[in-house]
């Protein structure tokens, strides 16, 4: 719920993406523009270390069969980038 407060503020809910996206359960009533943020936290989601957060990354590779590109083929597109300027 998106309620208005004294002074063309509004109070909502919804939850941080990460630290620095914020997603609203609804619209806000505003364009868009610069605007001051509080956060108050609700509890839910714990923060998952970086060792999870890469396992479940490199889990996923494995399941997909990812090949990572060789060091040729990184060197190969960085000079055609450059060549590219």
């Known amino acids: 719920m998106i309620s208005p407060m004294p002074g063309s503020t509004y109070q909502g809910d ?6 620095h ?5 609804r619209d806000l009533p505003v ?14 989601v714990a923060r998952r270390s970086t060792a999870a957060i890469l396992a ?22 960085i000079e055609a980038e450059r060549e590219s300027r």
């Open 14 to 19: 919804g939850h941080l993406v990460d630290a």
């Open 21 to 25: 996206t914020i997603s609203l359960d």
């Open 31 to 44: 364009d868009a523009g610069r605007a001051r943020v509080m956060v108050e936290t609700r509890g839910g």
């Open 56 to 77: 479940k990354i490199w889990g996923g590779q494995r399941e997909r069969q990812h090949q990572p590109r060789s060091a040729a083929e990184v060197a190969e597109a």
